[in-house]
């Protein structure tokens, strides 16, 4: 049972465009997610979090976006860069998870110059 | 460079051995974790430690185990590997376990390949 989805595997975005990355919980104890990016033979590095008390956070070229309702949070980056092209993992947390992150399957972001 | 480091980097084995991968968090963190991530999938949790006890189990058979240590390092043991136990395995540290707003910084990983 898949708690945290990322139903698109991969994505193109032309530089300086916007990238909109999605990403679907079930789990409704979740209350902090985070986005990491990981480039080839190196771990997920962290890149932006929101809690569940925001619906947006802010930092840079990175905002993401949180619709409990839905149950669904995005990550868009503008304007996109060729040198963001990575793989993008949405994680969640939860209270009685001890904090251990739940993972996504991933996004392969490709920036196109 | 996270600050937490993983070794090695790169394993070779075959069916049926044991291996040990390692773990040295972040200066000051108390937790760590490991992770799994096969070929496309994402990353599975296994489990996590908080200064030198078991906090949380995930999906981790029970050919594997592991253990953090007074200096806080961890080791992660996988026995009577199996091919479909190649893939990468990350660990992670963080400050706290229970505390909102920390995330947990990633290790570069250990590719283990079984033969």
């Known amino acids: 049972d898949q708690q945290v989805k990322q139903n698109s595997p991969s994505l193109s975005v032309q530089e300086g465009r916007i990238s909109i990355l999605n990403c679907d919980y079930t789990n409704s104890m979740f209350d902090y997610f985070l986005w990491y990016k990981k480039y080839p033979a190196e771990g997920p590095t962290f890149l932006i979090s929101?809690?569940?008390?925001?619906d947006k956070n802010e930092d840079g070229r990175f905002t993401v976006f949180l619709n409990k309702s839905a149950k669904h949070l995005s990550l868009h980056i503008v304007p996109s860069q060729p040198g963001d092209s990575a793989v993008y993992f949405c994680?969640?947390?939860?209270?009685?998870?001890?904090?251990?992150?739940?993972f996504g399957s991933g996004t392969q972001l490709t920036v196109l110059p | 460079d996270s600050g937490v480091t993983q070794t090695p980097k790169h394993l070779i084995t075959a069916t049926g051995q044991r291996v040990t991968l390692r773990c040295s968090p972040r200066?000051?963190?108390?937790?760590v974790y490991w992770y799994q991530q096969s070929l496309d999938q994402g990353l599975q949790f296994l489990i996590q430690y908080y200064n030198g006890e078991e906090r949380a189990k995930g999906n981790i058979l029970e050919r594997f185990s592991a253990q953090q240590f007074p200096d806080l390092h961890s080791e992660l043991n996988l026995s009577s590997l199996e091919l479909g136990d190649s893939a990468l395995y990350f660990c992670a540290s963080s400050v706290l376990p229970d505390s909102l707003n920390t995330e947990a910084f990633f290790g570069q990983g250990t590719r283990l390949t079984v033969v």
């Open positions: 929101i809690s569940s008390i925001k």
């Open positions: 200066s000051g963190d108390l937790s």
């Open positions: 994680a969640a947390s939860g209270a009685g998870s001890a904090r251990q992150l739940t």
